[in-house]
């Protein structure tokens, strides 16, 4: 497991989503990558961007 995989894990748990089941969605062009998450809250969508080369400001931008 990648230190990103756990980081992942531990973002999840801290989020509330402990136990969730993580299906990786293939990768795009881009360095971000992207899993469908299954709890028993719901469905969601986990985006994983590197800090280092895609910044999420974008995407905090529009969440709301």
Same mark, same amino acid.
Do not use: C, N, T
């Given at each position: 497991? %990648? ?7 531990? @973002?999840? #748990?801290?989020? !509330?989503?402990?136990?969730? !089941?993580? =299906?990786? *969605? /293939?990768? =795009?062009? %881009? @360095? #971000? &990558?992207?899993? #469908? *998450? #299954? &709890?028993?809250? !719901?469905?969601? *969508?986990?985006? =994983?961007? /590197?800090?280092?080369?895609?910044? $999420?400001? &974008?995407?905090? %931008? $529009?969440? =709301?």
């Amino acid at each position: 497991m %990648s230190l990103r995989e756990k980081e992942a894990i531990e @973002f999840l #748990r801290r989020s !509330g989503w402990a136990g969730a !089941g993580i =299906d990786i *969605i /293939p990768g =795009d062009a %881009s @360095f #971000r &990558h992207y899993a #469908r *998450i #299954r &709890h028993e809250k !719901g469905p969601a *969508i986990l985006m =994983d961007a /590197p800090p280092d080369k895609e910044s $999420v400001a &974008h995407f905090l %931008s $529009v969440q =709301d």
